[in-house]
T-cell receptor, first 119, second 114 residues
Framework: DTGVSQNPRHKITKRGQNVTFRCDPISEHNRLYWYRQTLGQGPEFLTYFQNEAQLEKSRLLSDRFSAERPKGSFSTLEIQRTEQGDSAMYLCASSLRGLAGAGDYNEQFFGPGTRLTVL | AQTVTQSQPEMSVQEAETVTLSCTYD???????LFWYKQPPSRQMILVIR??????QNATENRFSVNFQKAAKSFSLKISDSQLGDAAMYFC???????????FGAGTRLTVKP
């Protein structure tokens, strides 16, 4: 399977615990995105990497959230001291920046998501 | 701030018929992309169709086409000859040309009746 993969697919945790999710993008893709999707809503942008550099962060990404992409390949999203409001589907997407430069289309391919439930 | 509104939480269509999903957006920018994504139950989101704001011609992908009205900030999706496999959540999304912050609407759940 050459698509975007995410692990685990489901995570149940108790309030106050730390959790970490992993995303493996499509191998040649240099851009990686994290989104959060709550029930009945569309995805909300959290953060974006180009290679290993985290270039954009949403104000939704509180200081309890940290994302890394140390070697420009897979990425991890960690949530510290989880709260019930963190319960959501966490989606990862990847894209390939083309040679067109600014304004290039770079279609985002989404993974299946990690569903987090905080009890 | 850019926002995307999908006013139809649910829509239903008979198999082989045509259905139109509505989307409006709010922006003061002129250079942007618009997208329709499909999210089947328990499956990952896939891109259905995209439109560049500078193009006046409406995008078409097989049975899927859009009606892009830039002045009205409207971007509807028409699905022709609906199939059972079209049943899914459909999300309208907006992104500026030089920005990676994609904004999604709340989605429309499409049911296809046999």
């Amino acid at each position: 399977d050459t698509g975007v993969s995410q692990n685990p697919r489901h995570k149940i945790t108790k309030r106050g615990q730390n959790v970490t999710f992993r995303c493996d993008p499509i191998s040649e893709h240099n851009r990686l995105y994290w989104y959060r999707q709550t029930l009945g809503q569309g995805p909300e942008f959290l953060t974006y990497f180009q290679n290993e550099a985290q270039l954009e962060k949403s104000r939704l990404l509180s200081d309890r959230f940290s994302a890394e992409r140390p070697k420009g390949s897979f990425s991890t999203l960690e949530i510290q001291r989880t709260e019930q409001g963190d319960s959501a589907m966490y989606l990862c997407a990847s894209s390939l920046r083309g040679l067109a430069g600014a304004g290039d289309y770079n279609e985002q391919f989404f993974g299946p998501g990690t569903r987090l439930t905080v009890l | 701030a850019q926002t995307v509104t999908q006013s139809q939480p649910e829509m239903s269509v008979q198999e082989a018929e045509t259905v139109t999903l509505s989307c409006t957006y709010d922006t003061s920018e002129s250079d942007y992309y618009l997208f329709w994504y499909k999210q089947p139950p328990s499956r990952q989101m896939i891109l259905v169709i995209r439109q560049e704001a500078y193009k006046q011609q409406n995008a078409t992908e097989n049975r899927f086409s859009v009606n892009f009205q830039k002045a009205a900030k409207s971007f509807s999706l028409k699905i022709s000859d609906s199939q059972l496999g079209d049943a899914a959540m459909y999300f309208c999304a907006y992104r500026l040309y030089n920005n990676n912050d994609m904004r999604f609407g709340a989605g429309t759940r499409l049911t296809v009746k046999p």
